[in-house]
């Protein structure tokens, strides 16, 4: 089994192929290919190549679509003053499912 540790738009995902991953909106078109360069870390059964802080490595991934995420609803308050603000929040993502793997 093999498997990696990407970065993208902040965050870390462990990937491996086949998966299906939901990140930060890219600017990619539904069935377009999307490459991610900055892999932390790739497992290959009992071989581990560790970052420095980057591995020589690439994962490729298949944009499904874009979409957004359920609404947060942020409420402030405060007694006494009569103050309220209620605001809501969708994040945009977008899916990908990762194809394949690539180390060197």
Do not use: C, N, W
């Amino acid at each position: 089994m093999i498997y990696a540790i990407v970065e993208t738009g902040g965050k870390q995902y462990k990937v491996s192929p086949g998966q299906t991953i939901e990140v930060a909106q890219l600017p990619e078109e539904e069935g377009s290919s999307v490459e991610f360069d900055r892999v932390l870390l790739v497992a290959e059964g009992d071989k581990l190549h560790i970052g420095r802080p980057i591995v020589a490595a690439k994962v490729k991934a298949t944009v499904l679509g874009q979409g957004k995420s359920e609404k947060v609803t942020v409420f402030k308050y405060k007694s006494k003053v009569r103050y309220r603000r209620k605001r809501g929040h969708r994040q945009p993502y977008t899916k990908l499912v990762i194809d394949e793997i690539m180390v060197g």
